[in-house]
Nanobody, 122 residues
Framework: QVQLVESGGGLVQTGGSLRLSCATS????????MGWFLQAPGKEREFVAA????????RYADSVKGRFTISRDNDKNTVYLQMNSLKPEDTAVYYC???????????????WGQGTQVTVSS
């Protein structure tokens, strides 16, 4: 089992920044691909970013490329999502997830956090 706990969400104005953190415990963190997803009200959960277990490979949704950066610290068992130039359409609950494949699909991830709310005001 892997337990995931997100933090860092909040209310920010358009153009602002937030850094989300996801602290993990349980099985060896470094062996997992970590991903971030978002879910807006009434919509399906969608991919934001993923990072390989070494941190050497990342992938992003087109909507966040150049604005968001995913990173991880395996010594601290934590993955981060730095979000810059935030837009109202980024408003959603953000979830971190752990899996074995750097996929953009929800079903590829085995473990999920409870989510943290990000609200971007216009």
């Amino acid at each position: 089992q892997v337990q995931l706990v997100e933090s860092g969400g909040g209310l920010v104005q358009t153009g602002g920044s937030l850094r989300l953190s996801c602290a993990t415990s349980g099985r060896t963190f470094s062996g997992y691909v970590m991903g971030w997803f978002l879910q807006a009200p009434g919509k399906e959960r969608e991919f934001v970013a993923a990072i390989s277990w070494s941190g050497g490979n990342t992938r992003y949704a087109d909507s966040v490329k150049g604005r968001f950066t995913i990173s991880r610290d395996n010594d601290k068992n934590t993955v981060y999502l730095q979000m810059n130039s935030l837009k109202p359409e980024d408003t959603a609950v953000y979830y971190c997830a752990a899996g074995r494949v750097a996929s953009m699909t929800v079903s590829a991830y085995n473990y999920w956090g409870q989510g943290t709310q990000v609200t971007v005001s216009s």
